[in-house]
């Protein structure tokens, strides 16, 4: 009964008086906007997994565009024009990380996508800072992949710089790990003559069949040669964290058993 009456006096104190009136008022709407504030914010951190999806799963299909746009824009001075089927032979396809190792002579990734999901071993795989690896074996649900920090991975690799492009020249080489720091890489036959520097962009070469040409590698980070030396010795510090890996997309190049086909049964014939 006292808390009854408590209460009905107040409601009265309020009610009879503008000034206890309007208090209330912006108190009451204080409070009810932190509250629909703190609700929102749980709300949506609750959703961040489902959004996280859907923008991984768009830009998988972004990717896909700009790997065509790249493949039918010709180089200045180059006069060949890419067939549009050729453009469009890479698809992407999101798979999550379940398992990573970096500290080892040859480091390995487990992926939730298998052969249930399209997966196939040779198929590559790249996160959106760069270049990851390479499919190994797939079961109906998981795939194995060796990384790029693995002693037997090799991509053939492009330097990107301004003077380059002015030159419409070349400088490609093959990416290789050392076995040391999981944040650099080798990058191997270049020619000492080829005007390169530190900081210049190296990216996945055209003569790539599992990744798409102009997939970041990484920026050199050291450079130097010797004088009886015919290749620069070169330092690229990777793009990819593969410390922190969580999300990476498969690339399937469509033509690949094609052009693999062909080149196996021309090697066979030379034998």
């Not at 932190?34 to 972004?62: C, F, H, P, R, W």
């Not at 690896?133 to 998981?142: A, I, K, N, R, Y």
């Not at 076995?179 to 190296?202: C, H």
């Amino acid at each position: 009964m006292f808390a009854i009456l408590e209460l009905v006096s107040f409601w009265l104190l309020v009610k009879n008086n503008h000034y206890w009136d309007v208090s209330f008022f912006n108190t009451s709407n204080f409070y009810a906007a932190k509250t629909l504030e703190s609700s929102n914010y749980v709300k949506n951190y609750m959703n961040l997994g489902s959004v996280n999806d859907q923008l991984i799963a768009e830009n998988a299909q972004l990717k896909k565009a700009v790997a065509a746009m790249q493949s039918l824009k010709p180089r200045e001075g180059d006069y060949y024009k890419v067939d549009s089927a050729f453009a469009r032979r890479f698809e992407f396809k999101v798979a999550k990380v379940v398992n990573n190792t970096v500290g080892l002579s040859k480091n390995y990734l487990t992926i939730d996508k298998g052969t249930l999901d399209g997966v196939e071993p040779g198929m590559g795989v790249i996160c959106p800072q760069g270049v990851v690896g390479t499919v190994m074996q797939c079961s109906e649900h998981f795939s194995r992949v060796y990384s790029i920090l693995h002693s037997e991975s090799k991509v053939s690799s492009e330097i990107k710089n301004l003077t380059l492009r002015a030159k419409n020249d070349k400088a490609l080489g093959i990416s290789e790990w050392g076995g040391l720091n999981p944040k650099i890489i080798n990058l191997n036959t270049i020619d000492r003559f080829k005007p390169i520097k530190q900081g210049d962009s190296v990216v996945t070469s055209e003569q790539n069949v599992i990744y798409p040409s102009g997939t970041m590698i990484g920026k050199i980070r050291k450079l130097s040669t010797k004088q009886d030396q015919a290749f620069f010795d070169i330092e690229v510090e990777l793009a990819t964290d593969f410390r922190n890996l969580s999300y990476v997309y498969i690339v399937n190049n469509k033509l690949k058993k094609e052009q693999d086909l062909l080149e196996q049964s021309t090697t066979e014939e030379k034998k």
